[in-house]
């Protein structure tokens, strides 16, 4: 399902399928993107103000992403974004279940390009429990039927 301009309305929702955060993924992905010792080592992380070793926010953001892309966000041509307001809400630990869910705020014909307009949408990931782990406020561009 690939949805254009025309076919948005606030108050649309849109989840997407789940994904399971394994100890070694969260390491790897700390290991190569964000490095700090509470995301790669047990014992820095029973240390740290955490607990234990948790998955890094831009590694949450990052399984987030191919999910609102096939289908959390079914936007035809892809998800182009001009801004967001991202918050990291609760710490991902090996074993959370997460999934996205997208609601539609502000749907807005251009002015300027009757082809596209944009939509205004919260993104939120969830853990299994039903907690936000994070939170996207974006504005997104999106094309019109026929564009």
Aim: charged share 20%; glycine share 10%; hydrophobic share 40%.
């Amino acid at each position: 399902m690939n949805l254009y301009l025309d076919d948005l309305k606030p108050g649309d929702r849109f989840t997407s399928a789940s994904h399971r955060m394994e100890a070694a993924e969260i390491k790897a992905f700390a290991l190569q993107f964000d490095p700090q010792p509470f995301h790669l080592d047990e014992a820095a992380g029973r240390q740290s103000l955490f607990g234990e070793v948790v998955a890094s926010g831009w590694h949450t953001a990052s399984v987030a992403m191919p999910r609102m892309v096939d289908g959390g966000l079914p936007i035809a041509g892809g998800i182009i974004g001009t801004g967001a307001d991202l918050c990291w809400r609760s710490p991902v630990r090996a074993g959370d279940e997460l999934h996205g869910v997208c609601e539609i705020l502000e749907v807005m014909p251009s002015r300027s390009n009757s082809n596209r307009g944009s939509v205004r949408i919260v993104c939120s990931t969830l853990n299994q429990r039903g907690e936000a782990v994070t939170t996207a406020e974006m504005r997104v561009i999106v094309c019109r039927r026929g564009s």
